[in-house]
């Protein structure tokens, strides 16, 4: 198969698109941010990097915190618009009728039609060209009961989370595998003695 070369860029798909609301809870913002990631486990850390430009960037600076809130499929246009517009002219909430809640560990607000909130203290700032990398410690996680499995495990597929993929929303597809079942050891189907 031919490979093209392209010129060096911020290429790498899928991304969650997702919806971070900072400030406070009485004055909260809300942007759309797909450049987040998991980078850490023990402490649970992630990040988010975002333009000095824009008007959330001084509300997190200024109270260090911030919760990555993931979108539902039916969510995509609040997710545009809300990329699209800035707080500094619009009120995004308002506009999209997103309702918020109250965090349990940090002063921005959960919005509470996403499905999974992320509360995040950040813990060190790098400025990196075009962005500022925001790294922080996953202080909470609020989940929506609906996606919990009978056990009372999280079950994301339940959620109907949104995908990004260079310029585009989607849905997540069928499943595919699960960690670890390209080593797993098949069950032996030896019918069982009878202890009788």
Known sequence: MARLDLKAGALLSPVPPTLVTCGTAEHPNVLTVAWTGIVCTRP????????PTRHSHALIRETGSFVINLPTSEMARIV?????????KDDKLALCKLKTAPAKTVEAPILTACPVS???RVTEEKDLGSHTMFLA?????????????????????????????????????????????????????????DKR
């Open 44 to 51: 649970p850390m992630t990040y988010i990097s975002v333009r």
């Open 137 to 193: 410690e996953i202080t909470n996680v609020s989940v929506d009961e609906r996606c919990l499995d009978p056990r009372g495990r999280l079950d994301l597929k339940k959620a109907g989370l949104l995908a990004y993929v260079h310029g585009e929303y989607l849905t997540l597809g069928k499943k595919c595998g699960d960690f670890g079942f390209s080593v797993r050891k098949k069950r032996s189907r030896k019918p069982r003695k």
């Open 118 to 120: 992320l509360e995040c």
């Open 80 to 88: 545009d618009l809300c990329g699209m517009k800035t707080g500094a």
